[in-house]
């Protein structure tokens, strides 16, 4: 069973790659041909599997020649992003086309500028070029335009006036289909040029001596209307001519005006089996003939030449050179009464495809040919313009989007002429009193370049107004002074904005307002010195209060913190030394009885042992702080007492700094008799016993 799936696989496969590899022969055989319509689904079938640089580029191609230009750009695309180094120029030259007619503009002219081989002058004649293109851009739509009712779906071009008809190609219904787009083949058709506007006007065929099996299309007449020239492939006399390709090319073919019938049709004599020419055109006095042909000589694939005629014969065709030629294609001569040549080329810098140009023959020689701008031209073919110099009325084909078929006929009304400037921006402004904002008279307003090198002067009138004229995307400085004022400039860097009015206003300060502003300046730099002054002094009265308010709450706190601390150590104090004790609110070291002779004050011996004690206590704490209190009784003169007590307490503070106590940490004191524990008034009021209670010497702990 696998084996039958692997087979039929196997052989779907072949028949694939047999049916592909027969599209394939069948497009390339169709494309060599030009039936580019047969050739592009057979290729579209075929990209499917395959891309290769050769089918790509014949898709691309076919495309482009059929007018698809979307689909033109989307393989051309591809063609140059995979395929860079196997194209020519030729094909960044379609590319470019094919954009311009999506409307990528700036992307078409990169790929043209990027890819193109030009020296250095042809790069600066490329960007002129693109300068001028945009300054025509700039004048909007010189033309209204008409899509005419006569259109069908097919392909209408070529219209022109003919006494009250209008002559133009079309397909004939009931001729063959030419290959290269699948419509049938062109014939002259008429319409009159009354009805032509309204939907039921009737077309019918020129002539049946002119029609014929193969292409008509683009007459001329003579303004007698006993002459007319055509084009038409190459058939004289029911046979066509074909060159050693096989090729049946394009002539001109007059004919004759006789007896209401047209006749003696004839081939020019300048036409050729191996080469084209087509699209007569009549000079105003009708002694030249102007044609588009792709002979020997020619500078592109088609040019426009001229011939002379005289009477009944035609001189030597001349090619009229590079002025109005390009290595492109420029076909579709017309002049208008006026003597103008109108034209269209896709060599020359435009919006996409076929544009219209013009040219004025002056002193035998052809200005530079100049694009008639929009809606005329747009970015597909615009060809067979035709105009009436007196009217401003005339026509224009175009395979652009929105018309009815292939090649619709437009009806075209000039309403601008046209008129070719540089793209420019105003500079102006006011020069003011900067105080009183007032204009200034007679103020000199400089316009300079980048090289600050002078364009235009102009001196202000009562209005204070200034305005020049400067060109895009550019650079100017604008510079303004007057007598006893300062200076004042404005630098301004333009850009593609046509029209745009930039204001370059400036305002100037007089030397007197200056003076004035100085010493008002002055006295206020004063009166602010003295204001800061005043103000630091605030702020360091202020910044002293804070301080003195922060070291009292400083103080307090530390104090809160110290009293904390210190009942901290007293509490530990009074847990580790039982003989500290805490009277009221004194901290008191308990010692037996310290015992003095009488009227003496000398430490006796057997009190030094109770004093060791003491100081023991001290050397163990070496941050205690402790005063000697040494009190007596009541009996005796007071001021007697309180000296003996003075001098006991003395003695004891220095037997105490004799024995290692530091002279801060101890002080003494003599109370006398103001201090009594037994009150006793009168003296007799008390005991022995009870005086010797007074009497005594008292250690108090003052800080630890």
């Known amino acids: ?103 990528n503009y700036e992307e078409a002219n990169v790929v043209l500028r990027n890819q193109m081989i030009l020296s250095e002058k042809e790069l600066a004649d490329f960007d002129k070029e693109i300068v001028v293109l945009e300054n025509i851009a700039s004048i909007g739509n010189r033309f209204d335009i008409k899509n005419l009712p006569i259109n069908t779906e097919k392909s209408d071009f070529g219209a022109v006036q003919f006494g009250n008809k209008l002559i133009f190609a079309s397909p004939t219904n009931d ?10 083949y062109l014939d002259l058709h008429a319409v009159s040029s009354v009805d032509f506007s309204k939907s039921e006007a ?47 090319h394009l002539q001109i073919f007059s004919a004759d005006f006789e007896n209401g019938e047209w006749t003696n049709v004839k081939s020019l004599p300048f036409n050729s089996d191996a080469f084209s020419t087509e699209h007569p055109a009549l000079s105003a006095d009708e002694q030249t003939l102007y044609f588009a042909s792709d002979m020997p000589g020619s500078i592109g694939s ?35 009464k006026d003597g103008k040549l109108y034209y269209s080329s896709n060599g020359k810098m435009g919006f996409g495809s076929l544009d219209v140009f013009v040219s004025e023959l002056k002193k035998g020689q052809f200005s530079e040919a100049v694009n008639v701008g929009f809606p005329v031209n747009s970015g597909y073919d615009d060809f067979a313009y035709s105009m009436d110099s007196d009217t401003g009325i005339g026509y224009l084909s175009s395979n652009r989007p929105g018309g009815k078929g292939n090649d619709d006929i437009y009806q075209i009304t000039e309403t601008k002429p046209l008129i070719v400037q540089d793209c420019q921006q105003l500079i102006s402004g006011i020069i003011t009193d900067e105080t009183t904002k007032l204009p200034l008279e007679n103020a000199v307003v400089i316009l300079q370049d980048v090289t600050k090198t002078e364009i235009q002067k102009i001196t202000t009138s009562s209005d204070g107004k200034f305005s020049f004229t400067g060109g895009c995307e550019k650079a100017y400085l604008v510079f303004a002074s007057k007598e006893k004022y300062t200076e004042n400039s404005r630098a301004l860097k333009l850009n593609k904005e046509r029209n745009k009015t930039n204001d370059a206003s400036m305002a100037l300060k007089s030397f007197e307002e200056i003076k004035k502003e100085e010493t008002i300046a002055l006295l206020e730099k004063k009166k602010e010195e003295e204001k800061a002054k005043v103000y630091e002094k605030q702020i360091a009265e202020t910044k002293k209060k804070e301080d003195a308010k922060k070291a009292i709450l400083k103080k307090k706190e530390d104090a809160k913190i110290a009293e904390t601390k210190k009942k901290e150590r007293i509490e530990n104090l009074l847990a580790t030394e039982k003989d500290v004790v805490k009277d009221k609110d004194r901290l008191v070291i308990k010692t037996e009885p310290i015992y003095f002779d009488y009227d003496l004050w000398y430490i006796r011996k057997e009190s030094k042992p109770i004093l060791n004690k003491v100081i023991d206590l001290m050397k163990r704490y070496p941050e205690m702080i402790v005063e000697i209190g040494s009190h007596t009784d009541v009996r005796g003169n007071n001021r007697y007492n309180l000296d003996l007590s003075e001098k006991r307490a003395k003695s004891t503070r220095e037997y105490f700094i004799e024995n290692g106590i530091p002279k801060n940490r101890i002080s003494s004191r003599g109370y006398g008799e103001t201090v009594q524990i037994v ?11 009870q005086h010797e209670l007074n009497r005594r010497s008292e250690f108090v702990i003052k800080s630890i």
């Open 1 to 103: 069973m696998k084996r039958i799936i692997l087979l039929i696989a196997l052989v779907f496969s072949a028949s694939l790659c047999v049916a592909q590899s027969q599209d394939l022969s069948r497009a390339n055989a169709y494309f060599d041909r030009t039936f580019y319509s047969d050739a592009i689904p057979l290729y579209e079938n075929v990209i499917k599997e395959e891309r290769s640089f050769e089918i790509v580029k014949n898709l691309a191609d076919a495309y482009y020649f059929t007018n698809d230009l979307k689909n033109a750009e989307r393989w051309y695309r591809f063609l140059v992003k995979n395929y860079p180094n196997k194209i020519d120029e030729k094909y960044f030259f379609r590319y470019s086309h094919a954009l311009k007619a999506s409307g």
């Open 175 to 184: 001729s063959k289909k030419y290959k290269w787009n699948n419509e049938n």
């Open 202 to 248: 009737i077309t019918v065929a020129f002539s049946k001596v002119i029609n014929t099996q193969m292409h008509e299309s683009n007459a001329v007449f003579t303004k007698d209307g006993k002459k007319m020239y055509f084009t038409r492939n190459n058939y004289v006399d029911g046979i066509k001519g074909k060159d050693k390709n096989k090729v049946s």
């Open 302 to 336: 088609f040019d426009i030449f001229s011939v002379k005629i005289n009477g009944g014969s035609f001189g030597k065709s001349v090619n009229l050179g590079p002025t109005i030629n390009t290595k492109h294609k420029e076909q579709f001569p017309f002049v208008s």
């Open 679 to 689: 009150k006793c008034i009168p003296e007799e009021a008390c005991n022995e016993e």
